[in-house]
């Protein structure tokens, strides 16, 4: 069965430390891994995407890897910011049996960031 | 930069009513999403969109559901008799094309729907 873990269910760190996220899943045929913020009421907005051969996905402070033999994937925040309080949500594609891409949805990971 | 946009932002129904749901996708984008997120749980799937006809659906897509692109700028999801457990946040999403790498998924900021 196609699935998507995430770990912590939620993390709370300071104003200027680094964290990380993890992601496994268990998804095939496996397309690309993405990672999604989710701001609180509203809609998740793309961070990264990795394909099966990216080991290693950088946007500004949010750096995602990705090991394809054991399906595990990360995101690392760098210097978080306030702003950085979000649910983070890993999400993985396959392509389906009727060729269509199929988009399978971790439960999160809610982050909150403390002054 | 271009947005999904979904009306209401907020909807409240009795038990039995029919809802529609709205969405405007991104302009040029050609595959079109509904997703639901019941409050603290993750967002699942209901059904893909794509030349005018449905190409995917989960098994929460019961016949209670139907989809529409009336006019080829909006895209709806009507609920014909909602049930107290179709409360939940409803996201539009749309993307460019199939290749799900080059093509991310552009969400809307989601319809609230409480059904009482």
């Known amino acids: 069965k196609n699935q998507v873990e995430q770990s912590p269910q939620s993390l709370i760190i300071l104003e200027g430390k680094n964290c990380t996220l993890q992601?496994?899943?268990?998804?095939?045929?496996?397309?690309?891994l993405r990672w999604y913020k989710q701001d609180t009421g509203r809609g998740p907005v793309s961070l990264t995407i990795?394909?099966?051969?990216?080991n290693t996905k950088s946007n500004g402070r949010y750096t995602a890897t990705l090991d394809a033999d054991t399906k595990q994937s990360s995101l690392h925040i760098t210097a978080s910011q306030l702003s950085d309080s979000a649910s983070y949500i890993c999400?993985?594609?396959?392509?389906?049996?009727?060729?269509?891409?199929?988009?399978?949805f971790g439960t999160g990971t809610r982050l909150k960031v403390l002054a | 930069e271009p947005e999904v946009t979904q009306t209401p932002s907020h909807q409240v129904t009795q038990m039995g009513q029919e809802v529609i749901l709205r969405c405007v996708p991104i302009?040029?984008?050609?595959?079109f999403y509904w997703y639901r997120q019941i409050l603290g749980q993750k967002v699942e799937f209901l059904v893909s969109?794509?030349?005018?006809?449905?190409?995917?659906k989960s098994e929460i897509f019961d016949d209670q559901f139907s989809v529409e692109r009336p006019d080829g700028s909006n895209f709806t999801l009507k609920i014909r008799s909602t049930k107290l457990e179709d409360s939940a946040m409803y996201f539009c999403?749309?993307?460019?094309?199939?290749?799900?790498?080059?093509?991310?998924?552009?969400f809307g900021n989601g319809t609230r729907l409480t059904v009482t």
């Open positions: 999403a749309s993307s460019a094309g199939q290749s799900s790498y080059n093509s991310p998924l552009h």
């Open positions: 992601c496994n899943y268990t998804v095939s045929p496996f397309s690309n």
């Open positions: 990795m394909t099966f051969s990216e």
């Open positions: 999400v993985v594609s396959a392509v389906s049996t009727s060729g269509t891409y199929k988009y399978i």
């Open positions: 302009s040029n984008h050609l595959y």
């Open positions: 969109f794509y030349n005018n006809e449905i190409s995917e």
